[in-house]
């Protein structure tokens, strides 16, 4: 496992991380022997960093998360999350100090190495969106909570508008930033084109890497679609709503198959590996988020990651499939 330094927090952080969330869903509803024994195996191959959230399972995640780790007496890095509800917004200073207190007691830790917001961000502020003015509340609570020991870094998701996205990232406040990209929509990475359907990330990933923030690079395999298939796992969710690709997450599916070349000429045993790889090997990823399902889909993402970034010519093949061809839809 190669580790990387996540931006001006210094932390070395696994190439892979692991993925506490309801998608993949180990940590939320899959048994706790197999939850116990998929995390001491990450560990053992090398992962080190954890993310999970109070969303995730209405903190059954946390739950389950710190348990193992306690049982484990394992020494990782953990990262959490904030998320703000309408009833908030008038309080969001004490509503953050809330939530990481009861994300602690939750985890059974003393201090979060990781806390970000996760609300989408935008200009103007509606019932689930932070406008970019709100943040100056959340970044003056996460501070007090770090005089105070409970919380080490700082970060946000990146959802919401890219311009405001861009904004805050230039604004040197915050360590991190999580951002989508994967083969299905890469433009955190690569230029956009006239004409592209989704979501224009607008460069996100240098953008941030610029101004000294870690990137978390999530929804590797598009919430699963980029298996090519459209079985679930049981312990995983069985609908997963798209995050900056297609309305369906069927027609994500459908279009992974796009990818399918990867596989047909040897490149790639399948379409997970080529979503792995193509993500691990872009410049200025501090890790990858991988949602896990089971201790089998663990082995095979580290196995996946340990071959390589993709050679650079068959990259550029993806970028025409992934990018150029968009106009033509």
Same mark, same amino acid.
């Given at each position: 496992?190669?580790?990387?330094?996540?931006?001006?927090?210094?932390?070395?952080?696994?190439?892979?991380?692991?993925?506490?969330?309801?998608?993949?869903?180990?940590?939320?509803?899959?048994?706790? !022997?197999?939850?116990?024994?998929?995390?001491?195996?990450?560990?053992?191959?090398?992962?080190?960093?954890?993310?999970?959230?109070?969303?995730?399972?209405?903190?059954?995640?946390?739950?389950?998360?710190?348990?193992?780790?306690?049982? $484990?007496?394992?020494? &990782?890095?953990?990262?959490? *999350? &904030?998320?703000?509800?309408?009833?908030?917004?008038?309080?969001?200073?004490?509503?953050?100090?809330?939530?990481?207190?009861?994300?602690?007691?939750?985890?059974?830790?003393?201090?979060?190495?990781?806390?970000?917001?996760?609300?989408?961000?935008?200009?103007?502020?509606?019932?689930?969106?932070?406008?970019?003015?709100?943040?100056?509340?959340? $970044?003056?609570?996460?501070?007090?909570?770090?005089?105070?020991?409970?919380?080490?870094?700082? +970060?946000?998701?990146?959802?919401?508008?890219?311009?405001?996205?861009?904004?805050?990232?230039?604004?040197?406040?915050?360590?991190?930033?999580?951002?989508?990209?994967?083969?299905?929509?890469?433009?955190?990475?690569?230029?956009?084109?006239?004409?592209? !359907?989704?979501?224009?990330?607008?460069?996100?990933?240098?953008?941030?890497?610029?101004?000294?923030?870690? &990137?978390?690079?999530?929804?590797? $395999?598009?919430?699963?679609?980029?298996? +090519?298939?459209?079985?679930?796992? !049981?312990?995983?969710?069985?609908?997963?709503?798209?995050?900056?690709?297609?309305?369906?997450?069927?027609?994500?599916?459908?279009?992974?198959?796009?990818?399918?070349?990867?596989?047909?000429?040897?490149?790639?045993?399948?379409? &997970?590996?080529?979503?792995?790889?193509?993500?691990?090997?872009?410049?200025?990823?501090?890790?990858?988020?991988?949602?896990?399902?089971?201790?089998?889909?663990?082995?095979?993402?580290?196995?996946?990651?340990?071959?390589?970034? $993709?050679?650079?010519?068959?990259?550029?093949?993806? *970028?025409?499939?992934?990018?150029?061809?968009?106009?033509?839809?």
């Amino acid at each position: 496992m190669k580790y990387n330094v996540c931006g001006s927090t210094g932390l070395r952080v696994s190439q892979l991380g692991f993925g506490c969330g309801a998608v993949g869903g180990l940590l939320v509803r899959g048994d706790y !022997p197999a939850m116990r024994q998929a995390v001491a195996r990450a560990i053992e191959l090398g992962i080190n960093y954890f993310d999970t959230a109070p969303l995730y399972g209405n903190g059954q995640s946390e739950v389950n998360l710190g348990a193992v780790l306690r049982e $484990l007496a394992a020494d &990782v890095l953990v990262g959490s *999350k &904030v998320r703000l509800s309408a009833e908030d917004m008038n309080q969001i200073g004490p509503a953050v100090v809330r939530s990481v207190e009861a994300s602690l007691r939750r985890l059974g830790r003393s201090y979060i190495d990781l806390i970000q917001v996760h609300n989408h961000i935008a200009y103007q502020r509606d019932h689930e969106r932070l406008a970019i003015g709100d943040l100056d509340e959340v $970044l003056t609570a996460f501070e007090a909570l770090q005089r105070q020991g409970k919380v080490r870094f700082w +970060g946000l998701t990146g959802l919401g508008e890219s311009a405001a996205l861009r904004q805050i990232t230039a604004g040197g406040r915050f360590h991190t930033i999580q951002v989508p990209y994967n083969l299905l929509n890469p433009s955190a990475a690569l230029p956009a084109p006239g004409g592209f !359907p989704f979501q224009d990330y607008e460069l996100l990933i240098e953008h941030a890497t610029q101004h000294g923030m870690g &990137v978390i690079v999530i929804r590797v $395999l598009a919430g699963g679609a980029l298996s +090519g298939s459209l079985e679930r796992h !049981p312990v995983a969710a069985q609908s997963v709503a798209p995050i900056a690709t297609n309305r369906t997450y069927d027609a994500d599916v459908a279009r992974a198959q796009r990818f399918a070349f990867l596989v047909e000429e040897g490149i790639v045993g399948n379409l &997970v590996e080529a979503a792995i790889r193509f993500v691990s090997g872009t410049a200025g990823v501090s890790t990858a988020l991988i949602g896990i399902s089971s201790q089998e889909q663990l082995e095979q993402a580290v196995e996946y990651v340990e071959r390589g970034p $993709l050679p650079a010519d068959v990259v550029e093949r993806i *970028k025409a499939v992934a990018m150029q061809d968009e106009v033509r839809r």
